[in-house]
């Protein structure tokens, strides 16, 4: 059977909406996220835990990864790689990058404005603004990227950073369990 949607409506408000979204509940990578009520939740990919779009027309893209940090480098080859996607130069250390702390440890802020090539077949996208965030946490780096056109970027460039340094562990042995006898 399917389900009909019939010709209800509904009104939400842009503070229910964020409570509607069933997957809101979910933490993966035991990551604990504090987005702003105007970015949009989508659902999560296989290299995007968290998933968002935002801006005039929704075309801003934020996402959050976690990668196996496979050398003590993994943050400088996260930097150039990204630094490719707008084929800007590479750097040779992160010194130049702005630092702010993040999970308990330093995160780098990385910023890059142009046509942005994302790869994977994808249209390159020109007039694009990114920044971008990298935590070296043991043995994972968790980055987290937004894209989009320079205006709406700029407009977000502070929501950005706050998101970055919102991140939090999340034990997942503090959720009450349901009384048995119950």
Not at 31 to 39: E, K, T, V
């Amino acid at each position: 059977l399917a389900c009909d949607p019939g010709d209800r409506e509904a009104t939400v408000t842009k503070s229910e909406r964020r409570a509607l979204v069933l997957w809101d509940q979910s933490y993966p990578s035991d990551l604990r996220d504090s987005a702003p009520l105007d970015w949009r939740r989508v659902p999560w990919t296989r290299h995007r835990y968290y998933n968002y779009r935002f801006g005039a027309e929704e075309d801003g893209e934020v996402w959050l990864s976690v990668l196996p940090r496979q050398s003590l480098d993994a943050v400088l080859m996260n930097v150039n790689r990204w630094y490719g996607q707008f084929r800007l130069p590479e750097i040779t250390d992160l010194e130049g990058l702005p630092q702010r702390p993040m999970l308990g440890v330093t995160g780098y802020l990385v910023e890059a404005e142009g046509t942005y090539y994302p790869g994977m077949g994808a249209d390159p996208r020109p007039e694009t603004s990114m920044l971008a965030a990298a935590i070296p946490r043991g043995d994972r780096i968790i980055t987290i990227k937004m894209i989009g056109s320079p205006a709406d970027v700029e407009a977000q460039k502070e929501a950005f950073k706050a998101y970055c340094e919102s991140l939090r562990d999340f034990d997942r042995d503090m959720i009450p369990q349901p009384d048995e006898e119950a």
